[in-house]
């Protein structure tokens, strides 16, 4: 079987791609459906995109290769398709948009586009060897129990990277990359949660509080941080892992919009008799003050603390130091952070630059969004890309 276009991978950026490339288009998918990190995404609901997306949500050796995909497919045209699908969707936070319904929607909406179009979906197929005979690709496969060689004009790579590989996910695209000669950043796994060894946080697992937490290079994020039985979790601690590196230390301040100084010398008034820990107990959740309360003193009454108590305490609630032992690792990670050196590819077609005709698009390229919606617009931008440049 020859077709002008396979496709590897029947995620968001392979379905997106295969909706964009024209009718002779066939996918390829190991799984036994398509799209199945969309279907548990947002909690079921897929936050499809950010109304924020700037290339400036993306981390990559290349601040800037992102930037012309996302400039040709922006999220305002992934809205429209998903309101011409009659999709109900809501913002929750921060420019994060969910489906008001089911996550299954935007599968579904992804394999009608594919429909319209006339591409073909093959699913419980597996990849065998790949070549290219200076004209065509050449794919062997296996399908129900059957190999056979699938010839290809243009092969686009789009089986994403190593997050979850309980959910199918190989590492793939990187052998392909590294077969056709294209450089490979290093990888690892992001968004993802911290562990610590010794436990330390079990005693306080399921309380949430805001919190900034800041990774040694700089990176802030104002986000919920989780407490988990074994370590930390919550969107400011996955975003900050895409920044973290083994051995460093994170800071974390506790209620960064609440002005713990002024508010404790108010309560020394007002609250004479209170204690430290009642009052701090008001804007902090009673588990942390508690635990905090063996790492740094916070016994007696307001009116006990002096102007430099005070500036101690706000101190140890806005720098909290701490070393994770690790992450959670790609068991959990939402991505891989890393892959596909994009120097090797076109930042307009997402082709190779070394291999005509060879495509890399969504996770597998080394462009990783930050939490909220990022990395999904990334696949629908890239996919666009390769699918309007073949
Ligand atoms: P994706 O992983 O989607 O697709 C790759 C496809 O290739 C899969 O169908 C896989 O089966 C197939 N494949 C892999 N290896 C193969 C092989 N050897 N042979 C055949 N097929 C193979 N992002 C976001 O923006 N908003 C969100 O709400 C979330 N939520 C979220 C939750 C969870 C739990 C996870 C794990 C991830 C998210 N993400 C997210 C991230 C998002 O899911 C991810 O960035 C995109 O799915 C990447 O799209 P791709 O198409 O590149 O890869």
């Known amino acids: 079987m020859h077709v002008n276009t396979l496709i590897l991978g029947a995620g968001a950026a392979g379905l997106h791609c295969a909706a964009h490339s024209g009718g002779d288009t066939l996918v390829i998918d190991h799984a036994k459906s398509a799209g199945e990190k969309i279907r548990i995404s947002g909690g079921g609901r897929c936050n ?98 059957q190999a056979q060689i699938v010839t290809a004009d243009h092969l686009v790579v789009a089986t994403g990277g190593k997050s979850i590989p309980k959910m ?101 008034d007002t609250d004479a008799r209170k204690a430290l820990t009642t009052i701090l107990s008001n804007h902090i959740p009673a588990r942390l003050i508690e635990f905090l309360a063996t790492e740094v003193e916070l016994s007696g009454n307001m009116a006990d603390l002096s102007d430099a108590r005070i500036t101690e305490v706000t101190h140890a609630l806005r720098n909290w130091t701490l070393k994770p032992s690790g992450t959670e690792g790609y068991r959990t990670a939402e991505v891989t952070l890393g892959g596909v050196d994009t120097n090797d590819l076109s930042s307009k077609t997402m082709e190779a630059k070394g291999q005509s005709g060879l495509y890399f698009i969504g996770e597998a390229v080394d462009v990783t969004g930050w939490l909220g919606g990022y990395n999904f617009q990334w696949a629908w931008s890239s996919g666009y890309a390769a699918g309007t440049a073949i």
């Not at 305002?76 to 929607?105: M, N, P, Y």
């Open 48 to 145: 499809f995109t950010n109304t924020g997306t700037t290339a400036a949500n993306f981390i990559s050796q290349n601040p800037h290769f992102a930037k012309s995909a996302l400039a040709r497919y922006t999220q305002w045209d992934f809205i429209d398709l998903v309101d011409r699908h009659g999709i109900a969707w809501h913002e929750k936070t921060l420019g994060q948009l969910f489906c008001d319904t089911s996550a299954k929607d935007i599968i579904a909406m992804l394999l009608a586009e594919m429909d319209a179009v006339g591409a073909q979906l093959w699913l419980k197929t597996e990849i065998g060897n790949i070549r290219h005979d200076g004209t065509h690709f050449h794919v062997a496969l296996k399908r129900n129990g």
């Open 168 to 268: 199918g996910a190989t590492g793939l695209a990187y052998d392909i990359a590294r077969q056709f000669g294209l450089a490979m950043t290093d990888t690892r796994a992001a968004l993802v949660p911290f562990t610590f060894s010794d436990d330390k946080f079990k005693p306080l697992a399921g309380t949430a509080v805001p919190a900034r937490m800041t990774t040694t290079d700089g990176t802030s994020f104002d986000e919920a941080l989780l407490f988990t039985h074994r370590g930390l979790s919550g969107p400011a601690v996955l975003q900050s892992s895409s920044y973290w590196r083994e051995g460093e230390d994170v800071s974390i301040t506790i209620a960064p919009d609440f002005d713990i100084d002024a508010a404790l010398k108010s309560h020394r």
